[in-house]
């Protein structure tokens, strides 16, 4: 028998874990030096990482060293601090920690059976995030890998409870069964439209219902067509409201979006994805809206709690609502029940699951509900200046009203009058060059003035300091691109 069998020793992987550790370290040290993204091309990336399949062993160290070199410079580094792109969000100490652990463990949480206390401490971290969401009224929850499959997931049981029509058993084709809508507004994320397209009722019945100029869903303009639609035969799946819309942060009027939905006989899904957790934040919390009569909801402690990605909870108001919609046991998943016990693998699509939960258990007992509102004000607190720097200044425009810390600014030199198309290039330019100039990371929306630059704040490493830089490159970058003006008066 060959000699290569077995795994590294206990002390191999303790040697080679504490190599690992002090990479780590350095990394940690030295991340807000080191450029926020690459500058290579695809193609030389990949060129550099394209390698014949290795036959012969190789030693730990050098695939450390070859990730160090070739890969992690190669990243756009999402931990960083001054990373503010999309939703800004970082993986933290007691959390990488875990996953390490949860990998060493390699459980399968699938059947009480199968992983019993991992199962616990998944009910615990999905009672204390419904706690700290403000959806004490959570009977069905579920971690998830992300909002979209959440979502994907809380439709589904949207499905599955509309009476009189059991399409899980009998499914959509070759019956009369009306044509089911799901309504929300034009902000909404792309989520709920894969969701129409998984669950078979079309992008076509997706009613994106066009958001006021704050991005926010106007309830009577929803009232109108879901009356007009009834009067045409459809039949209302699901509402869909945003606690934080990706664009701009915008918060749809939630309680007068369920008084609508209750009159309708109608499912209130909320995606809280990226809004949900801020309610911690004093400055945020108190601009919330209750959230309990939603039937389902979303939120990602990975866009927000500090915790590396995929981690996203479902929580459901209506006892048995998802097992209901996803339970299937062939025989060889059939165990014992016993009182207390949750089998996780009926509650969605998923069967074979990570311990998820380990690093939400690890992270909130590390830092306490205290320590993550804390860091969450602390981030709140600079958007907040960022949002003064800017309108202290007379040639930005602060774009989007929210209390989150999502700040959407736009150039727009104040002594010239600018085609809004030429404001728009020189918005998308200033972007571009501070994104090439490795400092900062940014990412970009449309709001209706147009073209603006979209700053997200919620690293954990992230400082006064990060953002004082992050202005210095945004006010550098407007300068050397602004467009001259020609003789004429006029610009190009
Ligand atoms: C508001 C909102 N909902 C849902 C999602 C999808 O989240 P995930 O990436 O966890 O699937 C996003 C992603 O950015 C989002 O911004």
Redesign the pocket.
């Known amino acids: 028998m060959s000699e290569n069998v077995g795994d590294w020793s206990p002390e191999e992987l303790e040697k080679n874990g504490q190599l690992l550790l002090s990479q780590l370290r350095e990394h940690f040290s030295t991340l807000g030096n080191q450029p926020v993204t690459t500058q290579r091309s695809a193609q030389e990336i990949r060129a550099l990482l394209d390698e014949p399949l290795p036959d012969a062993p190789q030693p730990f160290t050098e695939i450390l060293s070859q990730t160090w070199d070739d890969v992690r410079p190669n990243l756009t580094l999402w931990n960083h601090p001054r990373f503010h792109a999309?939703?800004s969000n970082s993986s933290s100490g007691p959390a990488i920690l875990a996953e390490m652990f949860t990998a060493a463990l390699n459980v399968n949480v699938m059947l009480w059976d199968a992983a019993p206390a991992a199962a616990a401490v998944e009910l615990t971290v999905l009672d204390w995030l419904a706690q700290m969401v403000g959806y004490t009224v959570a009977q069905d929850s579920v971690l998830v890998?992300?909002?979209?499959?959440?979502?994907l997931y809380g439709l589904a049981a949207a499905r599955e409870h509309l009476a009189g029509l059991d399409i899980r058993q009998q499914g959509l084709a070759g019956r009369d069964v009306p044509r089911l809508r799901i309504y929300t507004s034009d902000q909404t994320?792309s989520?709920i439209d894969k969701a129409a397209i998984t669950l078979g009722i079309g992008l076509d019945n997706v009613v994106r219902i066009p958001a006021d100029p704050d991005g926010r869903l106007d309830p009577d303009a929803l009232r109108e067509r879901l009356e007009r639609d009834e009067r045409l035969g459809y039949r209302a799946m699901a509402v869909v409201a945003?606690v934080?819309?990706?664009s701009v942060g915008a918060i749809d009027p939630v309680e007068e979006i369920a008084e609508i939905c209750a009159a309708h006989d109608t499912w209130l899904h909320v995606?809280a994805?990226?809004g949900g957790f801020w309610r911690l934040a004093p400055q945020v919390g108190p601009q919330l809206p209750d959230l309990s009569r939603a039937d389902s909801l979303?939120a990602?402690p990975?866009?927000v709690l500090m915790c590396p990605m995929e981690a996203?909870a479902l929580f459901c108001r209506h006892r048995d609502a998802l097992t209901n919609t996803f339970r299937v046991v062939p025989e060889y998943l059939r165990t014992r029940h016993e009182d207390g016990s949750v089998d996780f693998m009926n509650y969605s699509l998923q069967l074979g699951r990570q311990f998820r939960a380990l690093k939400l258990w690890w992270l909130i007992k590390s830092f306490g509900v205290s320590g993550l509102t804390d860091r969450l004000s602390a981030a709140a607190a600079l958007a907040e200046g960022l949002r003064d720097r800017a309108r202290s200044d007379p040639d930005w425009v602060v774009e989007n009203d929210t209390p989150f810390p999502l700040v959407c600014l736009r150039y727009q030199p104040h002594d010239q009058e600018l085609d809004p198309r030429d404001v728009d290039e020189l918005n998308r330019r200033i972007h571009r060059a501070v994104n090439e100039a490795g400092g900062s990371f940014v990412s970009h929306t449309v709001v209706p003035s147009g073209y603006a630059i979209r700053v997200s704040i919620g690293n954990i490493h992230t400082t006064e300091a990060d953002i004082h830089a992050l202005w210095a490159e945004l006010t550098t970058a407007a300068r050397r691109c602004a467009v001259p003006r020609t003789r004429e008066g006029s610009t190009r």
Do not use: E, I
Not at 145 to 151: C, H, W
């Open positions: 999309y939703f890998d992300g909002a979209s499959l959440g979502t994320h989520s945003n934080g819309t990706t995606d994805a990226y979303v990602n990975h866009k996203s």
